[in-house]
């Protein structure tokens, strides 16, 4: 089975500055996607980023982009710029044949002023 | 174009009760997914439907818990005799064809058990 591990309970980031959260994954399978969820307090999952594992070019949503390593099974986000509104718990995500999402354990992100 | 939508927000069950939860998928969508949130924990697989098949479902505990999606209405995640341990995030998540679409979320229904 798949597993997503994501080895920082916690971070923390100066507004404005750029942050990493990382994420490895286990599988032995070749196609599938990698996503980066986010959980503001209000519990909402809101899609940030998406990865194509067939994808040699990491994804880019404006602020965030991803550090893809398909060798490695790696999969990092990156945020810059820190925003106040950034604060919240990030869940990596994979999607393969078993055709469902399974999640790592998340970081939470604190933004400070 | 709406989105995923759970109810209630908030059920609060004593114990032995029955809890029901909800979920309309976005328009459109045949594939619904619920998962348990744990507090402070990642959201766990609980089992995957399409209209009126259950397609997965080895997260759900093997003893009082169901599911379903039927032909018309919302898909309902179904826990009998609820115990303390059921206290969770419910969150239901939709998609149109499984490969190359995300999953959508609802905002969830949190479930307390007193």
């Known amino acids: 089975a798949q597993t997503v591990t994501q080895s920082q309970p916690e971070m923390s980031v100066q507004e404005a500055e750029t942050v990493t959260l990382s994420c490895t994954y286990d599988?032995?399978?070749?196609?599938?996607?990698l996503f980066w969820y986010k959980q503001p307090p209000s519990r909402q999952m809101i899609l940030v980023i998406r990865?194509?594992?067939?994808?040699?070019q990491n994804a880019t949503e404006n602020r965030f982009s991803v550090n893809f390593q398909k060798a490695a099974k790696s999969f990092s986000l990156k945020i810059s710029d820190s925003q106040l509104g950034d604060a919240a718990m990030y869940f990596c995500?994979?999607?393969?044949?078993?055709?469902?999402?399974?999640f790592g354990q998340g970081t939470r992100l604190t933004i400070n002023p | 174009n709406a989105g995923v939508m759970q109810n209630p927000r908030h059920l609060v069950r004593r114990r032995g009760q029955e809890a029901r939860l909800r979920c309309s998928p976005m328009?459109?969508?045949?594939?619904v997914y619920w998962y348990r949130q744990l507090p402070e924990e990642g959201l766990k697989f609980m089992v995957y439907?399409?209209?009126?098949?259950?397609?997965?479902e080895s997260g759900m505990p093997k003893e009082r818990f169901s599911a379903e999606f039927p032909k018309e209405g919302p898909s309902i995640l179904r826990i009998q005799q609820v115990v303390r341990g059921d206290s969770a995030a419910y969150f239901c998540?939709?998609?149109?064809?499984?490969?190359?679409?995300?999953?959508?979320f609802g905002n969830g229904t949190r479930l307390t058990v007193t």
């Open positions: 990865q194509e594992a067939y994808k040699q």
């Open positions: 599988t032995s399978e070749s196609d599938y996607y």
């Open positions: 439907l399409q209209k009126e098949n259950i397609i997965d």
């Open positions: 995500a994979f999607f393969g044949g078993a055709q469902k999402l399974v």
């Open positions: 998540a939709s998609s149109p064809e499984v490969q190359n679409s995300p999953l959508h």
């Open positions: 328009k459109g969508h045949s594939h």
